[in-house]
């Protein structure tokens, strides 16, 4: 073996060597890329027929149509409690009115009570029942017309309100 066959130089097969590794890793590199458009381009086209399929849009006026009852039973919701409230400050003048009545008719009643003392004192003669003194049932009804009279204004007014007149049932 002779030093002449062997004359060659290592380094130009490693730089073809490398050439070539590069070239290669070139085309595998844009072999990958092509693969990946293509896959995304597949799955686009997957997505788009499948959101505008039958099912996808009926689904999709479902959502809307249940968004739009939701809507409307969060409106009627609101209107329900606001009308709750208002019926409480209603029912609320109504226990006050009820209450300022009943201490009137008491105060009333207890009046006409010391008047019809007074008058039963006055009037009859001595030994005679109460209810044989002349003019007596007159000062009594006189007496007594004025507390009902001021009950049927007040439920009148109650009335007005708008308030419902159950709520007066202690009477």
């Known amino acids: 073996m002779s030093p002449s066959l062997y004359s060659y130089s290592p380094l130009p097969m490693m730089s073809c060597l490398r050439e070539s590794n590069l070239r290669d890793s070139r085309l595998w590199l844009v ?8 896959g ?20 999709l006026r ?36 009820v209450e300022n009545l009943r201490d ?6 207890t009046q006409s009570q010391k008047q019809l003392k007074k008058l039963q004192a006055k009037g009859r003669p001595h030994g005679t029942p109460s209810w ?15 507390p009902r009279g001021m009950l049927g204004e007040g439920m009148a007014g ?12 202690g009477f």
């Open 40 to 59: 995304l381009l597949v799955s686009l086209i997957i997505f788009a027929v499948k959101a505008n399929s039958k099912g996808c849009k009926d689904g």
């Open 132 to 146: 044989e003194g002349g003019g007596h049932r007159e000062a009594v009804r006189g007496l007594w017309g004025k």
């Open 104 to 109: 009137s008719l008491e105060m009333e009643k």
């Open 31 to 38: 072999f990958l890329l092509c693969l990946l458009v293509v």
């Open 158 to 169: 109650l009335q007005g309100v708008g308030a419902p007149v159950s709520c007066c049932h």
């Open 62 to 97: 479902a959502q809307q149509e249940c968004q739009n009852q939701t809507d409307h039973l969060q409106h009627q919701l609101t209107v329900a409690q606001e009308v709750l409230q208002r019926t409480k400050a209603q029912y609320t003048v109504c226990n006050q009115t």
